[in-house]
């Protein structure tokens, strides 16, 4: 058997939690990046941290040795690897990478692992890294990701990387995660479609937008499109009497000459309503009622959740340059030295920064100004 891929000791490559666009352009970089400039082989571990539990399992009953497991790792390469039934680690080559940098979504796939919460099922996939001879893992995800990848390296003593994916952009510790402006330009797109009805119809339309518990990309996408009121989660409680002074604020524009209102409600905005209701439908529901007592009881009221499509297509431009410039920071730290941490962003400078470090600027600062700034600019 050619031991040269584990000899030389390859890096794994992970992805885990939810995808976000440009987790593609990141796997390629990783891979030309250690093929071409370092000369390290890349192994792909299809679907994230499952993918490590499932190969344990499979060595753990005895379906596989692992002298079996390098053979096919060796023998099934690139394509033909990343097709092979219950092969979860895979040998990447240049044809397995090629033209993915536009794609959307994770070639390897990814998965949220509850058994690798375990810490006997994490003790048994940080043997099989090891016995597999890697040299570093690289971890991109959002926050629980990199949390896993964090404890992953202090139980290991592995040189651990984690590269920040998540068009939430809720993690304190870098500027800017991958996926951010992807996800932007695509609501951007979405309110740009949204206006022409609202336009037509006189209506106000209220747009649910992702981002867990953050309100940035709400923030973010409404000063990029044009949208009039953003509502966020840092806000507060979203009561029952501010979205009257919400729809009394409307009101006001409407008699300046104002004919549709957009609106972007962050999915992590607190209210009063059902688990199962969308925000969007009940703020727009609650501004139906509000605008009814009004002088503008002929305006009508829609809602929209855009979910996962925010987290789908091609990678806006930036996220492509970005992924590349993370990979390279991880692709340098794991060649140059033996330092574990995460690829930030911070005042424009690329560098990996420790696990736990702290949070690369005041956010809520941050946010509060491109609150002011958007209030002023969406005014009639």
Not at 7 to 12: G, K, L, Q, T, V
Request: charged share 25%; hydrophobic share 40%; aromatic share 6%.
């Amino acid at each position: 058997m050619n031991d040269d891929v584990f000899s030389e000791r390859p890096i794994a490559l992970v992805f885990s939690g939810g995808d976000s666009p440009g987790m593609n352009a990141l796997l390629r970089a990783v891979v030309r990046l250690g093929l071409n400039r370092h000369k390290v082989p890349v192994l792909g571990i299809m679907e994230g941290y499952v993918g490590l539990v499932r190969t344990v399992k499979q060595l753990e009953a005895g379906e596989i040795t692992l002298e079996k497991l390098k053979e096919n790792i060796l023998a099934k390469p690139g394509i033909i690897g990343l097709h092979a039934r219950h092969q979860y680690i895979v040998n990447m080559d240049h044809e397995s990478v090629s033209g993915i940098i536009v794609q959307g979504g994770i070639k390897l796939r990814s998965a949220r692992s509850k058994e690798f919460h375990w810490p006997e099922r994490r003790a048994q996939v940080i043997q099989l890294l090891k016995d597999l001879n890697v040299r570093a893992v690289i971890v991109c995800g959002g926050d629980g990701s990199l949390t896993g990848a964090e404890v992953m390296q202090k139980e290991s003593g592995l040189q651990v990387i984690g590269v920040p994916g998540t068009i939430d952009n809720d993690l304190a510790i870098t500027d800017i995660a991958l996926g951010v402006h992807s996800a932007i330009e695509t609501l951007v797109w979405a309110v740009d479609h949204f206006k022409d009805t609202a336009r037509s119809h006189r209506r106000v339309l209220v747009l649910e937008t992702m981002g867990r518990g953050s309100g940035e990309l709400t923030q973010l996408a409404a000063i990029a499109s044009g949208a009039e009121i953003a509502v966020i989660p840092e806000d507060g409680y979203l009561s029952n009497d501010r979205i009257r002074a919400m729809a009394a604020e409307m009101e006001s524009s409407f008699d300046r000459g104002r004919s549709h209102s957009i609106i972007l409600i962050a999915e992590g905005v607190q209210m009063d309503c059902m688990s199962w209701e969308s925000r969007a439908w009940v703020l727009s529901q609650r501004l139906a009622e509000a605008f009814s007592h009004g002088p503008y009881r002929d305006i009508e009221t829609r809602a929209s959740v855009l979910g996962h499509l925010q987290r789908g297509g091609r990678p806006a431009p930036f996220d492509a340059i970005l992924a590349a410039e993370f990979a390279e920071v991880a692709l340098n730290s794991i060649t140059q030295t033996t330092d574990s941490g995460v690829t930030v962003v911070q005042k424009g400078d690329y560098k990996l920064v420790p696990f736990g470090s702290a949070p690369s600027s005041d956010r809520a600062a941050r946010l509060r100004r491109l609150h002011a700034l958007h209030f002023d600019l969406s005014g009639w």
